[in-house]
């Protein structure tokens, strides 16, 4: 990197991190001049159009819908897409709010994927460093997922249109991972057929800096079943020997499991809600339901624990005199495997764009949020991370999950992390929502794009690359471990999921929409100072 460029990239708004080695690929590559000065400009355009990404965020952000009822947001992107030449097909694999947008013809076909949908009960006000909702009760970006179509949507602009001057030859995909959060489509997508002919998924998850892994990460796999019991009613004074309650089987279900869980291994990661607990006490429950999501690291140990609650169940069922109505599976994941060439490259590129340069304000938002958490009040992250290497199995401790696995099993993928959240945080909660349309998540949003249309420069002109990915693919991932889905058949999309609480909180969440038309930024438009954080050191906390 010259002086001038280094320059030019600091006026950037980039923290100049100098790769090793020759231009802006790194050290790992071959110096290629056309490459590397493709991609400043691709750089350069995606700062240039810093404030498209930031209305992406930011609209999403306030849409704060559930997963499969993302219908804002879908209709939102599609537009922009189809704006911007791609041809969209809506309501994929049975989802009406997923979509596959495709430009381009021939090879690589490179998709670009991030999740879409929100976390209940985490309305809260952006750059706000303590609890306050702008619908009590109602759900909101509370995981961030807003920001990774915005990182993706640009830099497939941006690269379209260098693919179009140049006349590079290539499709590229852009998809929402709807119903992240149920683990709930991309088993289907796959199912489907919508990766058979995609070379490399380039997926992006919100994170708190810039990052890539290869091989098995630290996360589980899971399956989501739905338990539904069906007893008598009856009168719960009058007659309660008549009556065989479909709540005492769900409580004698999770009692049993709540036991069985000492003897697991400790990778796994079990949990429950009751979606269904019986209408009023003096009726005696008729039917009840229990929803478990079952994790483990690898297929097999999913399956054994699924096979657990079947028969736990079955048992729950016997004691009380009723009956199992349904087993139904809501969402599914496989456990994840990155790809080690794909991997390699992206973070050649995260070394050469680095994080963004934090304001004092930003800095003085994640301090307050972590203070007002009792976590260690560290700020934003300074030094990138490290690219991830594999766990081995009996290191793992168990974790989340995300249905891009299946997706990881189909083709080379891997999922860049980009910094557009603060450190430290629960996760799933408010407190994740804050950064989510600020300055913080418009700066790593636009890293994260620089970081993926210089990653798609890399694929599409380095064509060994896609090649060494597939050998990887092929040779190593997939040599001893088979995909199976745990969809079976007969499961499909729970579409039905979350429709009663957006319709429920959807029209008082409609006056918060964001009007760019109107507004700069979301902030202007709420009319929140940023950054607002507490002025008294005895002023009440949350709880
Ligand atoms: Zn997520």
């Known amino acids: 990197m010259t002086k001038s ?3 030019w990239l600091m006026a950037l708004g980039c923290t100049i991190v100098v790769a090793a080695g020759p231009g802006l690929a790194g050290g790992r590559q071959q110096a290629d001049p056309r490459i590397d000065a493709l991609k400043r400009e691709a750089a350069a355009e995606i700062v240039a159009l810093a404030g498209f990404t930031q209305q992406m965020v930011d609209s999403i952000f306030s849409f704060g819908e559930l997963g499969f009822q993302e219908y804002e947001t879908q209709s939102y992107l599609v537009n922009i897409l189809r704006q911007h030449g791609f041809t969209v097909q809506e309501g994929i694999s049975g989802v009406p709010t997923a979509f596959m947008a495709t430009w381009g013809s021939g090879k690589p076909v490179i998709a670009l994927g991030s999740d879409v949908d929100g976390i209940p009960q985490s309305s809260q006000k952006p750059g706000v460093a303590y609890r306050a909702p702008l619908v009590e009760g109602a759900p909101g970006h509370g995981e961030g997922h807003n920001s990774g179509e915005a990182v993706n949507v640009t830099a497939a602009i941006v690269i379209k249109k260098i693919m179009e001057r140049e006349k590079i030859p290539g499709t590229i995909k852009v998809w929402p991972g709807v119903a992240e959060e149920l683990v709930g489509t991309k088993a289907y997508f796959a199912r489907d057929g919508f990766f058979k002919d995609v070379d490399v998924c380039l ?15 630290a996360g589980n796999g899971l399956v989501s079943v739905e338990y539904r019991f069906r007893g008598e009613s009856a009168h719960s004074a009058g007659a309660p020997w008549r009556g065989r309650s479909a709540l005492d089987a769900v409580e004698l279900m999770n009692i049993g499991w709540n036991f069985r869980r000492e003897h ?3 990778q796994q990661r079990s ?3 009751i979606p269904d607990g019986g209408d009023q006490p003096n009726v005696v429950p008729p039917t009840a339901s229990v929803w478990y999501y079952f994790r483990e690291t690898e297929y097999p140990g999913i399956k054994e624990m699924w096979e657990t609650g079947n028969t736990m169940a079955q048992a729950a069922a016997m004691m009380t005199g009723t009956k199992v109505e349904s087993m139904r599976v809501l969402g599914s994941a496989w456990p994840q495997h990155m790809n080690k060439v794909v991997a390699e490259a992206m973070y050649d590129n995260i070394k050469s764009v680095g994080l963004p340069a934090w304001s004092e304000a930003d800095q003085t938002l994640a301090r307050a949020v972590q203070k007002e958490l009792g976590v260690k009040e560290e700020g934003l992250a300074r030094e990138i991370d490290k690219l991830e290497e594999p766990i081995r199995d009996q290191d793992k401790r168990g974790g989340g999950s995300d249905d891009i696995g299946d997706i990881s099993w189909n083709v080379p993928t891997v999922t860049l992390r ?6 430290n945080l629960p996760g799933h909660n408010w407190a994740n929502a804050i950064a989510m349309a600020t300055p913080i998540a418009h700066k ?4 994260g794009a620089k970081v993926q249309a210089l990653t ?3 694929l599409l002109l380095r064509p060994e690359i896609v090649k060494q990915a597939w050998a990887y693919f092929n040779d190593v991932q997939t040599k001893d471990v088979k995909y199976t889905p745990l969809v079976r058949p007969e499961d499909k999309p729970a579409i039905d999921l979350n429709r009663d609480v957006m319709e429920r909180f959807r029209p008082q969440m409609k006056a918060y929409y964001f009007d760019p038309t109107k507004y700069k930024t979301y902030l202007e438009q709420l009319g929140i100072q940023y950054p607002t954080v507490r002025t008294t050191a005895d002023a009440p906390r949350q709880p």
């Open 5 to 7: 460029t280094a320059r």
């Open 203 to 217: 997926f992006t998850h919100v994170g708190n800096n810039l990052g890539v892994s290869w091989g098995s990460g």
């Open 264 to 266: 697991m291994r400790i």
């Open 271 to 273: 949990h429950y809600v």
């Open 418 to 423: 980009f910094p557009s959240n603060i450190p």
């Open 444 to 447: 790593g949003a636009t890293a």
């Open 456 to 458: 798609m420069i890399d």
